[in-house]
């Protein structure tokens, strides 16, 4: 089957850096992404890597595939109040997407 | 671009009752929608894919009969929860794929919040 694992929950201060971390199991995906999800709110894309590619800047993202250990990074540098949110990654399986269980973070001043 | 809207945005239903939810794609043609729900602090998860013209596919353990989904045009999906009950409450987003696109990006609905009293 298909599991896609985050960490629950990250709190930085502002101005820091954030990394959320994934952990995905279909080595055959193509594409994996990253959404943002506002509170009660649908979901909007951030990023998205192919699955050849280990880095994807855009930029206060910086993405990181480690195809290898099926790990996917997030990172978002200069972190900022309005980022306050959940984020999930998704991996694509045939012509679906699969969710990881979100994080959330919380930013603080 | 790229826009999804969802109607109604929330709705509260008595138990056994039947209730619509429409999926719209305002400025681009989708062959392929997909319903998710979505528990409180919970991921996602697929309920179906819905394709323009034919039937829904749904996804192991969700009933056909109790969510019917039906994709009547390049530009609607409407899925309608029957015999609503509590347990059925829940947060339901859908999202579409442009017909043009290389089918990378799912566009998603801003969600409908499902209270079932």
């Known amino acids: 089957g298909e599991d896609v694992e985050q960490s629950l929950f990250l709190s930085v201060r502002e101005g820091d850096s954030s990394v959320i971390n994934c952990t995905y199991t279909d080595s055959s995906s193509t594409y994996l992404y990253w959404y943002k999800q506002e509170p009660g709110a649908g979901l909007q894309l951030l990023t998205y890597?192919?699955?050849?590619?280990d880095m994807k800047q855009d930029q206060r993202l910086t993405v990181l595939l480690n195809k290898k250990d099926k790990h996917l990074s997030l990172r978002i540098a200069d972190t900022q109040t309005g980022d306050s949110a959940i984020y999930f990654c998704a991996e694509s399986y045939t012509d679906k997407l699969i969710f990881g269980t979100g994080t959330r973070l919380q930013v603080f001043p | 671009g790229a826009v999804v809207s969802q109607h109604p945005s929330w709705v509260i239903c008595k138990s056994g009752t039947s209730v619509k939810i429409e999926c719209r794609s305002l400025d681009f043609q989708a062959t392929t929608m997909f319903w998710y729900r979505q528990f409180p602090k919970q991921s996602l998860m697929l309920m179906a894919t819905?394709?323009?013209?034919?039937?829904?596919?749904?996804e192991q353990g969700v009933e056909k009969d109790k969510f019917l989904i039906n994709h009547a045009s390049l530009t609607l999906s409407t899925l309608t929860v029957t015999s609503a009950h509590p347990e059925d409450s829940s947060f339901y987003i859908c999202?579409?794929?442009?017909?043009?696109?290389?089918?990378?990006?799912?566009?998603f609905g801003p969600g409908t919040r499902l209270t079932v009293l």
């Open positions: 999202s579409a794929r442009d017909i043009r696109g290389q089918g990378i990006e799912q566009f």
């Open positions: 890597i192919f699955s050849n590619m």
């Open positions: 819905s394709n323009e013209g034919s039937k829904a596919t749904y």
